[in-house]
């Protein structure tokens, strides 16, 4: 009777009684109207005359025109690009590491305006552009302008030489913080960079843009088309291209894999995940729990690395439902730009019909879908946090990549079966373990084959830490050491 009341008073606590008042964020965004292409250190209109429209999927609203780079845009950047390179490679590496240490204070001092910009264009909640992408980004720059004056320690013994012209594609997720996991380890090298954000978010690159020019970047040493598919195409088939990095789909990573085969050219890819978030029966539960709803709701679930297939112990199955019931019910789904949000917009129309349309597929293959009740915007694209049970192995909620904020739970009864059932994806980007017994986690992670395993957290990220996949989830890593390394050339 006692716990049925402490029950009760906890779900009132979270769910029903308490409301908050909207608190929106008021800072400017500091968006332009119109955004040309960022080629040889200055804003240029394109070549191909063509223009597009970027849009907040927070309500739909214009934000920016941007332009559309065609393959004479493309060409002129590579071309840029491939001037720059002597001098910026032979520069000594402290001071590159010196433009790295400005570019990074550039964006700190401008951080509530980045964050803004973010928000607006992507839809994440400000909370998260705040407090991690933006800072992020500028810890990525302040790492490696550490590293620029001490490569010799990165590989001793050996010499350690930047590529040429690098061509960098990256998505919609983390559109900043991408841009840095990209650009820095390049530029402290001494390689030079086209860059080439997602359609969909392509205005925090634009906005960085400003901060290489204001950090007196020699012009070319960094250059950024806007596009899309095709645009990203004509980077990655260039040429001048010493290297590709590219981080996104699967499919599209294999396409460039086919593209590049026999040219000579290095690549990286960065692709999809599904990530196994394995509980056992001796974790604690509360914080587990906790670590469940961050590793699938963080980033309205857009994130490579999302805990999408939670593994629960069937001895906790119950417990560990209801306490994630009742913890979805105070998430709050709405205006990314208010503090108080926990999930904001889908990204594009089109993710937002990708997730519904897989939804809706687990619903017709038997899932019990869970969906705490609230009210969504009317304008925008938005999705409420949602768990299916009931669901198996062969189910295509349990198999693709949704890449959205929706959880499938399956169970397990011994340590073989979890690393088994995690293992059992094409994918192979990261996995949680929650136990109270460290050689019982050291034991599991040692058997995932995923590039990162979480011990009880999850999604915890820090610039000297290298983060990739393996199988399908791609090859190659970003960040450390490791990430250095696939941007010179050791001889
Ligand atoms: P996407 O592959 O559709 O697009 C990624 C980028 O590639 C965009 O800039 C796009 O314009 C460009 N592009 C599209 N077609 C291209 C082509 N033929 N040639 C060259 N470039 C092309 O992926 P997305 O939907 O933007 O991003 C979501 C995917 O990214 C998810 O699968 C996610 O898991 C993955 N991702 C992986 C990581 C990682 O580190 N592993 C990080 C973030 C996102």
């Known amino acids: 009777m006692a716990t049925k009341k402490k029950q009760v008073a906890r779900e009132l606590l979270f769910g029903d009684l308490w409301e908050f008042d909207p608190a929106p964020e008021t800072a400017p965004a500091g968006i332009a109207d119109r955004y040309g292409l960022f080629i040889g250190g200055e804003f240029v209109a394109p070549k191909s005359k063509k223009w597009f429209d970027s849009i907040s999927p927070r309500d739909e609203a214009k934000l920016s025109e941007i332009a559309?780079?065609?393959?004479?845009?493309?060409?002129?950047?590579?071309?840029?690009?491939?001037?720059?390179?002597?001098?910026?490679?032979?520069?000594?590496?402290?001071?590159?590491?010196?433009?790295?240490?400005?570019?990074?204070?550039?964006?700190?001092?401008?951080?509530?305006?980045?964050?803004?910009?973010?928000?607006?264009?992507?839809?994440?909640?400000?909370?998260?552009?705040?407090?991690?992408?933006?800072?992020?980004?500028?810890?990525?720059?302040?790492?490696h302008a550490g590293w620029a004056d001490k490569l010799e320690y990165a590989a001793p013994g050996r010499d350690l030489r930047a590529l040429g012209v690098v061509g960098q594609v990256i998505p919609w997720n983390f559109p900043l913080l991408m841009l840095a996991w990209k650009l820095a380890p390049a530029l402290a090298l001494g390689n030079t960079v086209v860059l080439k954000p997602a359609e969909t978010t392509s205005i925090t690159a634009l906005k960085f843009a400003e901060l290489i020019r204001d950090a007196g970047l020699p012009p070319g040493v960094v250059n950024i088309v806007t596009g899309a598919g095709e645009t990203g195409a004509a980077v990655v088939r260039h040429k001048t291209a010493a290297k590709i990095a590219f981080t996104g789909s699967t499919s599209v990573g294999k396409w460039i894999q086919r593209e590049l085969a026999g040219t000579g050219k290095r690549l990286t890819l960065e692709l999809g995940g599904k990530g196994a978030n394995i509980v056992f029966e001796d974790a604690a539960i509360d914080q587990a729990v906790e670590g469940i709803i961050n590793g699938i709701f963080f980033n309205q679930g857009h994130v490579c690395c999302a805990g999408s297939r939670l593994l629960v112990q069937e001895s906790i199955e119950a417990v560990v439902l209801r306490k994630l019931k009742l913890r979805m019910k105070s998430l709050r789904t709405g205006d990314p730009l208010d503090k108080n949000t926990d999930i904001g917009a889908i990204n594009s129309k089109q993710q937002w019909e990708r997730i519904t349309e897989l939804v809706d597929a687990g619903a017709s293959e038997g899932a019990e879908i869970h969906q705490p009740a609230c009210e969504l915007p009317k304008k925008g694209f938005y999705f409420p946090p949602t768990l299916l049970s009931g669901v198996t192995q062969s189910h295509r909620v349990v198999k693709e990549e949704i890449f959205g904020p929706v959880l499938s739970i399956l169970t397990f009864r011994t340590p073989d079966e979890a690393v088994e059932k995690a293992n059992n994806t094409a994918y192979g980007l990261s996995a949680g373990v929650w136990t109270d017994k460290g050689s019982k986690y050291l034991a599991v992670a040692s058997q995932l084959k995923a590039g990162v395993v979480w011990g009880n957290s999850f999604n915890k990220f820090d610039p000297t830490s290298p983060f990739g996949g393996f199988k399908e989830s791609g090859f190659g890593r970003e960040g450390g050491r490791q990430g250095l390394l696939e941007y010179g050339e050791l001889v």
């Open 68 to 143: 559309l780079a065609g393959q004479a845009d493309v060409d002129a950047a590579y071309a840029a690009a491939a001037k720059a390179f002597p001098a910026w490679s032979k520069l000594p590496g402290a001071e590159r590491g010196k433009y790295l240490y400005r570019l990074a204070r550039l964006l700190q001092d401008r951080a509530r305006e980045f964050a803004v910009a973010e928000t607006l264009d992507g839809g994440k909640p400000i909370r998260e552009a705040r407090d991690f992408d933006v800072p992020m980004a500028a810890a990525h720059f302040f790492y």
